[in-house]
């Protein structure tokens, strides 16, 4: 049996520090080493035992999380995740400690609905195991409650048939799905696109308003337009439309035209927003017109649906376990057979304007 994944919790609030040190401590997998109201707390505890991952928070006295990050990516590297309230500000501020090196993001939980917490409790969890995974030298630089059933696809979409998805025409849709890594590796791909990209939509596993400053960062990175997506937008090239947090996206279909949905519903291979839910959709209703790309990332999610667009014809890909900064995702996908090919992380963007058109 591995060893349980060893985590600091660092965190200003003590009902907060408690509350997660709760959560984490009832995974099996996950042991909680202690926690820490402040850096310089952290960093004595970490000078003693040394954690698998770090649950880190932003906003805190004497030294903000961000700083700490930086100066711990520099000095004794360990993955973290950072925590934070629901916060336009702390969005902003979020996508900062993504670029300084952290391996993932997670709200704080909220005491509420027991759903809320269930979900709460399978993001959090899932985020540390992630990070525990995770190839820090892979990252581009610049009470007792009851677990639902891994819901499928079919809970959002029902399995394509052949006949709905269009002929091979001109137009092509590229879909990506991503998650633990996937921000900066999202960011490497994106920023050498042309200004005349085929259109994209990418599912990013990331908490809810998070989304937004993400787009809005790559947006004024890129040639390319980037931004949240909303309800009926469409898709056009040289524009890349994210997934908002827990909501998923749809590929839709009017005519020739091509838009997204943005539909409410239960976690779908444990995410909202579901990489399976835009693929199949993708699968559905573009079939040989859509291009699949599965990148790093934790878990399975996105690999049924990458081979179900492979099988209604369209071109698929899974990055490879040497650029993933997680090889979990793209590894059940290449196990699937979904993947008609597997690249590195620098060659998926000529990937994408070779089989995009």
Do not use: W
């Amino acid at each position: 049996m591995a060893a349980p994944i060893r985590v600091l919790v660092v965190d200003d609030s003590a009902s907060v520090r408690q509350t997660l040190a709760g959560i984490l401590a009832e995974d099996p997998d996950i042991e909680v080493i202690g926690t820490a109201s402040d850096p310089f707390v952290a960093a004595k505890r970490i000078q003693s035992e040394v954690p698998d991952v770090i649950t880190l928070d932003v906003e805190m006295p004497r030294m903000d999380g961000i700083t700490f990050l930086r100066k711990l990516m520099s000095q004794r590297p360990v993955p973290v995740v950072m925590c934070s309230s629901l916060t336009e500000a702390g969005s902003e501020t979020l996508v900062q400690a993504l670029e300084a090196g952290a391996v993932d993001v997670i709200q704080k939980p909220r005491m509420g609905v027991t759903q809320f917490l269930i979900e709460s409790r399978l993001r959090i969890c899932d985020a540390v195991k992630g990070a525990a995974r995770a190839r820090l030298h892979c990252l581009p630089r610049r009470s007792a409650l009851t677990v639902q059933k891994k819901l499928t696809a079919d809970v959002m979409l029902a399995p394509p048939r052949a006949s709905q998805a269009m002929a091979r025409t001109t137009e092509t849709v590229v879909c990506i799905g991503a998650s633990t890594g996937g921000t900066e590796s999202l960011r490497a791909v994106l920023e050498v696109l042309p200004a005349d990209c085929p259109p994209i939509l990418i599912v990013q596993h990331m908490p809810e308003m998070f989304t937004a400053a993400f787009a809005r960062r790559l947006d004024g990175l890129c040639a390319v337009e980037v931004k949240e997506a909303a309800d009926g937008d469409t898709a056009l090239r040289g524009r890349v439309l994210i997934a908002p947090g827990d909501r998923h996206m749809m590929l839709q279909r009017s005519g020739a035209r091509y838009y997204v949905g943005i539909k409410d519903g239960p976690l779908v291979s444990r995410h909202r927003p579901s990489v399976d839910v835009l693929f199949r959709s993708a699968a559905r209703y573009a079939g040989a017109n859509a291009v699949g790309i599965i990148m790093t990332g934790m878990g399975d999610d996105g690999a049924r649906g990458l081979l179900e667009m492979k099988q209604a014809g369209a071109h698929t890909v899974a990055q490879d376990e040497a650029t993933s900064v997680v090889f979990g995702m793209p590894k059940e996908a290449i196990a699937l057979g979904a993947a008609d090919r597997v690249l590195p992380l620098d060659r998926l963007p000529a990937e994408i304007l070779r089989a995009g058109g």
